[in-house]
């Protein structure tokens, strides 16, 4: 009987233990919270963009407006280049037409692009150097239309985006009437600025005010045979030996690379051939990293955006001197021509900021040259105006 009993007290106690061990709630856990990362905000102000069409007349008379083209070039990426919204340079992009030459395709209405918008400033400045006058007729319609319609605009309403055109002869010639052109020009939020080469009373009757009133431009007037404006300054020497030093920091890569290496030493010789103030502002251009970017065809700005590209890089489209080297040891290089290269520019701002004080104050005792209106001093007042609509501050 004890034995029965023990045994069956035993059953009640293992039973009593199941009981409450399965009863029993586990323990309580906070449950694992899942944070979500945060997507980054929109940044209030995205990166700018400027884009410029420059629309050239190059018939007869024209001469002395593609002279003055070829050395303005330099000053406006320069303007540009010293614009900026939230501390940020705007990427800059340039696309050239000419108008009014007789063997362009008549059905075209005498139109070529010479370039679509581009950042590489080598090649618009080559281009410009290219131009040359022939007779002909010339359509200002036309060639605004054809821009507006056959260029990438770009669709942010808050990028500047405008048309320089320049030439003579009556503003309305042509079958495409500036008005469907001024119907584009607000779809895209374009804003066009005709530059009359003459007499402003002249450019009036030849009607050149009415394209300007599209996109809220603006018209305005120059003599397009004015000498161009050649300062020499204690500083351009200093420029140009800089600009040596700044080209040995170039490293070609890439089926364009070696062309692209000559094509800007090419450039640099016509700016200077030219005279010496368009060869300092190119000088001063080339020292805005912002600005002056080559990353399609140098491996030292190509590496700022991808650091990775010396290991995909082939190493046979290198210089010579490079080709045998290890990647590692490229990779070395690049690191110190770009170094290098940061030193040069910093020395090149410097240099450009005392220059064109000296350039200020000279030209307040030539007040005779410096008042002469040329494509120059157009667009960049133009421009200094205008950029304020879009949150640009040009210092």
């Known amino acids: 009987m004890n034995t029965l009993y023990k045994l069956f007290a035993s059953c009640?106690?293992?039973?009593?233990?199941?009981?409450?061990?399965?009863?029993?709630?586990?323990?309580?856990?906070?449950?694992?919270?899942?944070?979500?990362?945060?997507?980054?905000?929109?940044?209030?102000?995205?990166?700018?963009?400027?884009?410029?069409a420059v629309?050239?007349?190059?018939?007869?008379?024209?001469?002395?407006?593609?002279?003055?083209?070829?050395?303005?070039?330099?000053?406006?990426?320069?303007?540009?280049?010293?614009?900026?919204?939230?501390?940020?340079?705007?990427?800059?992009?340039?696309a050239l037409y000419?108008?009014?030459?007789?063997?362009?395709?008549a059905q075209a209405g005498y139109v070529k692009q010479i370039n679509s918008f581009t950042s590489d400033l080598d090649e618009v400045s080559r281009n410009l150097f290219r131009l040359t006058t022939n007779g002909g007729s010339e359509y200002c319609g036309h060639v605004m239309y054809t821009s507006l319609t056959k260029l990438d605009w770009d669709t942010d309403p808050g990028n500047y985006k405008v048309i320089f055109i320049a030439g003579n002869e009556d503003f309305l010639q042509g079958d495409i009437s500036y008005?469907?052109?001024?119907?584009?020009?607000?779809?895209?939020?374009?804003?066009?600025?005709?530059?009359?080469?003459?007499?402003?009373?002249?450019?009036?009757?030849?009607?050149?005010?009415?394209?300007?009133?599209?996109?809220?431009?603006?018209?305005?007037?120059?003599?397009?045979?004015?000498?161009?404006?050649d300062i020499p300054t204690p500083?351009?020497?200093?420029?140009?030996?800089?600009?040596?030093?700044?080209?040995?920091?170039?490293?070609?890569?890439?089926?364009?690379?070696?062309?692209?290496?000559?094509?800007?030493?090419?450039?640099?010789?016509?700016?200077?051939?030219?005279?010496?103030?368009?060869?300092?502002?190119?000088?001063?251009?080339?020292?805005k990293k912002d600005v002056y970017n080559n990353s399609s065809w140098d491996l030292v700005d190509a590496s700022r955006t991808d650091p990775a590209i010396v290991e995909k890089v082939e190493l046979s489209t290198l210089p010579e001197n490079l080709r045998s080297k290890s990647r590692v040891e490229i990779k070395e290089i690049v690191k110190s021509k770009s170094d290098?290269?940061?030193a040069i520019q910093k020395e090149i701002a410097e240099v450009s900021v005392k220059r064109e004080a000296f350039i200020?104050?000279?030209?307040?005792?030539?007040?005779?040259?410096?008042?002469?209106?040329?494509?120059?001093?157009?667009?960049?007042?133009?421009?200094?105006?205008?950029?304020?609509?879009?949150?640009?501050?040009?210092?």
Not at 20 to 25: H, I, M, T
Not at 98 to 105: A, C, L, Q, V
Not at 381 to 392: E, P
Request: aromatic share 6%.
């Open 12 to 52: 009640l106690l293992i039973m009593g233990a199941m009981t409450l061990l399965y009863s029993k709630k586990p323990p309580v856990t906070q449950a694992k919270r899942i944070v979500k990362p945060t997507p980054p905000s929109p940044a209030a102000h995205p990166h700018k963009k400027v884009q410029v």
């Open 98 to 105: 000419e108008y009014g030459r007789p063997t362009n395709d």
């Open 179 to 229: 008005t469907r052109a001024c119907d584009e020009a607000m779809k895209k939020g374009v804003t066009i600025n005709t530059i009359y080469c003459g007499d402003r009373s002249k450019g009036i009757q030849e009607h050149w005010n009415l394209g300007s009133e599209c996109g809220a431009g603006s018209f305005t007037n120059i003599n397009q045979n004015a000498a161009i404006v």
């Open 340 to 342: 290098e290269r940061t």
């Open 360 to 395: 200020a104050k000279e030209k307040t005792r030539q007040t005779t040259r410096s008042n002469e209106q040329t494509l120059e001093s157009e667009i960049e007042k133009i421009l200094r105006q205008q950029a304020k609509k879009y949150n640009l501050i040009i210092q």
């Open 235 to 287: 500083y351009d020497t200093i420029l140009f030996m800089l600009n040596i030093r700044l080209n040995a920091t170039y490293i070609g890569y890439g089926r364009a690379g070696s062309a692209a290496v000559s094509k800007q030493a090419e450039v640099d010789k016509l700016n200077y051939s030219m005279n010496k103030s368009a060869a300092a502002q190119r000088v001063s251009v080339k020292g």
């Open 55 to 94: 629309l050239l007349d190059v018939s007869n008379s024209m001469d002395g407006l593609i002279e003055q083209a070829k050395a303005q070039l330099w000053n406006m990426v320069s303007v540009l280049g010293k614009a900026t919204c939230n501390n940020a340079t705007p990427a800059i992009e340039i």
